[in-house]
């Protein structure tokens, strides 16, 4: 059956960091501690608390299947610190480290651009995200920054209460496009998050390894593997 939709994972899919965002958001810590004459914190332990934190918000997200927002993050790196703020520093810190996006250094991955204007033609274009730091509402603006008008729904785990691969994340864009399963193509870059739940939804799935090719042992493969997008529009064109 011809595809009617085609939705695209964020990070590492339709984004990529020139340079890792936490040398960036440990400045804009630094910046509140300054602010709250906190001085006995190296940078050093602030690095290890946000490694660690990183590590428990990974295991909530691979187990729980959701994500923690980034106010619950930073509740983590603070507890590691044993410090505590006021409450209006922490709400301008977590808007600081989503801002963290429009740095410059999140850009969009090689030919994503063209692709994805060609694609919006004939296709239906979401997005399904697993955000992090930054929230839907930031990822959504830097994409229509970049992609305007081209996406017609965006699914992030932060809104929803649930992430990649729960049935019902994906069942989601069935809802909203009065679809079938087998009228929809997700592209992704890991197996065990994009992959997984596109097959289980009984979606088609493409895994994009341009940025980063997961091995992912244990998780299905893609029905299709691409290092280039100029790739994709073959693909989704001669399903049939």
Not at 48 to 62: G, P, V, Y
Not at 220 to 229: C, K, L, N, R
């Amino acid at each position: 059956m011809p595809i009617k939709v085609v939705t695209f994972d964020f990070w590492g899919t339709l984004y990529r960091n020139t340079v890792s965002l936490k040398h960036e958001r440990k400045d804009r810590i630094r910046a509140a501690f300054d602010r709250c004459g906190i001085t006995h914190i190296s940078d050093e332990q602030i690095y290890k608390a946000m490694e660690n934190s990183w590590l428990l918000w990974d295991d909530i997200w691979r187990k729980e299947q959701r994500t923690l927002p980034v106010a619950e993050f930073l509740g983590l790196v603070f507890g590691e610190l044993k410090i505590q703020l006021p409450d209006w520093v922490i709400d301008e810190l977590c808007h600081s480290l989503q801002e963290a996006v429009f740095t410059g250094n999140t850009v969009p991955t090689d030919h994503i651009v063209e692709v994805v204007a060609e694609l919006s033609r004939s296709y239906k274009l979401g997005i399904i995200s697993d955000t992090g730091v930054s929230s839907g509402k930031y990822l959504g603006r830097l994409i229509e920054r970049d992609h305007p008008g081209k996406f017609s729904f965006g699914l992030y785990s932060d809104e929803l209460g649930m992430s990649k691969p729960a049935p019902g994340v994906f069942q989601k864009v069935l809802d909203i496009n009065g679809c079938k399963a087998d009228e929809v193509v997700h592209v992704g870059d890991l197996k065990h998050t994009d992959v997984l739940g596109a097959k289980q939804a009984g979606m088609y799935s493409v895994r994009y390894s341009g940025v980063r090719d997961d091995i992912g042992e244990g998780f299905p493969e893609a029905d299709w593997v691409i290092t280039d997008y100029r790739d994709l529009t073959e693909i989704i064109r001669g399903i049939r």
